[in-house]
């Protein structure tokens, strides 16, 4: 094996290592019986949070300002969520 196919198999390696030791980290919120991850509430809250917000910037005639919108409202959907986590998850 050369020498880029070892760096390959490392990276590969460290990869799968740190998607198996990862979820472990991760809060696990319990809803009607069924465990989910923390993220997972998280990036619903941020949909949701983004799509209530919506109406307020069309309200306030900032939605113009905005370009391009799928990114602007994907954006404000991760930053809500992101704040939703620290709120609520964050264990430091």
């Given at each position: 094996?050369n020498?880029?196919?070892?760096w390959?198999?490392?990276?590969?390696?460290?990869?799968?290592?740190?998607?198996c030791?990862?979820?472990?980290?991760?809060?696990?919120?319990?809803?009607?019986?069924?465990?989910?991850?923390s993220?997972?509430?998280?990036a619903?809250?941020?949909a949701?949070?983004?799509?209530?917000v919506?109406?307020?910037?069309?309200?306030?005639?900032?939605?113009?300002?905005?370009?391009?919108?799928?990114?602007?409202?994907?954006?404000?959907a991760?930053?809500?969520?992101?704040?939703?986590?620290?709120?609520?998850f964050?264990?430091?």
């Amino acid at each position: 094996m050369n020498r880029r196919g070892q760096w390959t198999s490392l990276r590969i390696a460290a990869g799968a290592a740190v998607a198996c030791a990862a979820p472990g980290c991760d809060p696990i919120v319990n809803i009607a019986g069924a465990n989910f991850p923390s993220w997972l509430v998280a990036a619903i809250v941020g949909a949701i949070l983004a799509a209530i917000v919506r109406p307020l910037f069309v309200a306030a005639g900032l939605e113009r300002y905005l370009w391009p919108l799928p990114a602007v409202y994907a954006s404000l959907a991760v930053l809500l969520g992101c704040i939703f986590w620290i709120i609520f998850f964050n264990r430091v």
